[in-house]
């Protein structure tokens, strides 16, 4: 058995062998390759944003930073890739592209549409795979909010994130919102000047940019949405668009041009008014998006061109909406008003209001109510759609965000870890998606087995032993934590242990559907595990996820894996220790809490390698879980 551990506790003594092994490893040099979290809970020295990071001033340096993972890739190639031509009897050039934006996978080998064809009946247009190479891009739209005001430096700085985004295929639809000018007079001739600076600025760029400055939607609601059924407390926008309407931003987007729009509508004296910036993008996200829908419906019905000029096409549909502005993200109550990393909008909408403090008013006065924008924007986009608020001092974050769809930093990883992150500002950037439901369930009655069979099986690609597992879960159970309609679970057992009266909490099995690998469910769902378990009795952890709200004692959690497992590297990053037995990895988490009480006891010396309430306990541990059977048949 090999003793090992991960960046967070130090390694723990398992026998007399071990801890002489240890004793004789305890070198400079370990130390130094070792790095544990007890140097890094210190108070980070302050420092500069602009230390943080380079300045934003190379693209391929943008690119580096975002370091996308091998699914990262997969999933920007699957939304920008280039598209190949489909066989003619499909009735379209392109894959089809519903609400949710989801592609169809192609074959690797496109058919052959010149065979049996007299020369004369091709037609003389570029060939798709000369597009291709032309332009190998397959364009999206972004929703991009600029509020102001901006000074001209940093008004070059958004343009030239807006042109690195542009470059890899996301085309950028621009509100324009300058604070400054709401009700003042000559606020209309403000507003113009403002779109027309975003304009320089883009153009200073490298980027051809198009003022629209006529009127794009329309105020009030939609006609019939009175008749349409609405999700509780979902406020529509007070603006809405007609297909037609999009005429303009149609023509800048085919014409390779950035629409920048001010904030204007028609009213129903057919006057241009003034109104929210908010109105006119949830407006434009609910349009695009019935547009897009329109443009398929139209596609699939017309004959097929296969030598058609595929790759300058742009899909309506919004990928992103983003909110740039001087205030960052969205302040957090876990984090002393530091920006939250990651918001489950379905489910923590109404928390993050009711916990909002009154005080981050004074430098976030527009944060809530771009809360709000998010949520009735991404209503109407694809469940896949995310959106960020960054502040202009973090142009590079929407790179990273573009290609992997994640935060900056993963709100799942231990809270200590977060705490000492030099990469956590004022600016980090928030991203939010609409998210899942999360409930935690407490009684084997209430968990629907079929469900819970069809996505263990899914995910572990095995047969599951249903008798043998519900039999033993109904004597272990401590909870369930679900995510959605069974999308996601983690199931939490108490392990009776022959050596403390206090039994052992086993993650016993975390699932997540294939299909929802990536979008942000695997941190919704170990976020919610956290707080359930080693996360009690911290103030970050009153969630409101139906389960104890962060009331009572943390408990180590502690599970098992394969030593094959892709997840493992995910399981590292998130463990206080592993140990590896055989074909397993043992893993655990320590109560966060107790660790904190612990280290106060000290002040500042720190934790020990092994502490007096953790002799023996890894012994104790791996006596009880190495004997609890399989449940796959």
């Known amino acids: ?63 580096l930073r975002a370091n996308p993972s091998l699914r990262d890739t997969k999933s920007y190639l699957a939304n920008f890739g280039v598209r190949p031509p489909v066989p003619e009897h499909a009735g379209s050039i392109f894959p089809p592209t519903g609400l949710n934006g989801s592609m169809p996978l192609f074959p690797k080998e496109a058919p052959d ?57 996301l085309v950028s639809v621009i509100v324009v919102e300058n604070d400054q000018v709401r009700g003042d007079d000559g606020e209309r001739s403000a507003v113009i000047e403002e779109v027309m600076r975003v304009v320089s600025a883009l153009e200073a760029q490298g980027a051809e940019a198009r003022p629209v400055l006529g009127t794009v939607v329309r105020l ?5 949405d009175n008749q349409l059924p609405e999700p509780r407390d979902f406020i529509p926008p007070e603006a809405h668009v007609f297909p037609s309407d999009l005429v303009a931003i149609r023509s800048a987007l085919r014409a390779g041009e950035i629409p920048v729009l001010p904030p204007f509508a028609l009213d129903s004296f057919c ?28 596609m699939n019905s017309r004959s097929c061109d296969p030598h058609a000029d595929y790759s300058q096409d742009i899909n309506l549909v919004p990928l992103r909406l983003m909110v740039i502005s001087r205030e960052g993200g969205v302040p957090s109550y876990a984090r002393t008003g530091f920006p939250h990393l990651l918001i489950n909008l379905t489910s923590e909408y109404d928390y993050i209001r009711d916990t909002y403090d009154p ?121 369930v934590v679900i995510a959605g309609d069974y999308v996601g679970a983690a199931i939490v057992t108490n392990e009776p242990s022959p ?33 359930e378990s080693y996360g009690l009795g911290h103030p970050f952890s009153i969630n409101p996820n139906g389960g104890k709200e962060g009331k009572g004692e943390g408990r180590d959690l502690v599970w098992r894996s394969r030593d094959n497992n892709p997840i493992n590297k995910w399981y590292f990053e998130r463990s206080s220790g592993h140990m590896r037995m055989g074909s397993w990895v043992f893993f655990w988490c320590d109560a966060e809490k107790r660790l904190k009480v612990e280290e106060g006891r000290r002040a500042n010396a720190g934790l020990s390698y092994i502490e007096e309430w953790e002799e023996n306990r890894l012994s104790q541990w791996t006596d009880v879980i190495t004997k609890i059977p399989s449940v796959w048949k």
């Not at 009030?220 to 019939?224: E, R, S, V, W």
Request: glycine fraction near 4%; include cysteine; hydrophobic fraction near 40%.
């Open 359 to 479: 005080l981050w008013s004074k430098g976030k006065h527009s944060s809530l109510s771009n809360l709000s924008l998010a949520r009735t924007c991404l209503a109407y986009m694809p469940p896949t759609s995310s959106a960020i608020m960054v502040s202009h001092r973090s142009p590079s974050s929407l790179i990273a965000n573009l290609i992997t769809n994640k935060p900056a930093v993963s709100s799942s990883l231990p809270h200590a870890l977060l705490q000492g992150n030099r990469k956590l500002t004022r600016d980090t950037p928030t991203l939010l998606r609409r998210g899942l439901p999360i409930q935690v369930i407490r009684s084997l009655a209430d968990v629907d087995k079929a469900k819970m069979n069809y996505l263990l099986e899914t995910s572990f690609k095995r047969t599951i032993d249903a008798d043998a597992f519900y039999k033993r879960l109904e004597q272990t159970l401590d909870f």
């Open 220 to 224: 009030g609601p939609k006609p019939d």
């Open 499 to 531: 050596d403390s009266s206090e039994p052992i909490s086993y993650l016993d099995k975390f699932a997540v559907l294939p299909s929802h690998q990536g979008d942000g469910t695997v941190d919704f769902l170990w976020v919610a595990l956290h707080d």
């Open 113 to 169: 549409i010149s065979v049996n064809k007299q020369p004369e009946q091709v037609k003389p247009s570029p060939s798709p795979i000369l597009s291709s190479i032309l332009n190998p891009v397959y364009r999206r739209t972004a929703l991009v909010k600029l509020q102001g005001p901006f000074t001209n430096k940093q008004l070059d700085s958004i343009a030239r994130g807006m042109v690195y985004l542009e470059t890899l295929g």
């Open 1 to 63: 058995m090999m003793l090992s551990h991960t960046i967070l506790h130090g390694p723990r003594i398992l026998s007399p062998v071990a801890a002489s092994a240890l004793k004789a490893r305890r070198t400079q040099t370990f130390r130094a390759f070792y790095a544990t979290i007890r140097s890094l809970r210190q108070p980070p020295p302050t420092v500069e944003v602009d230390d943080l990071d380079p300045p934003d001033n190379d693209f391929i340096l943008s690119l």
């Open 271 to 298: 006057r241009s008014v003034r109104i929210d910036a908010n109105d006119v993008l949830g407006a434009l996200a609910r349009g695009m998006v019935e547009a897009a829908a329109l443009d398929d419906k139209d």
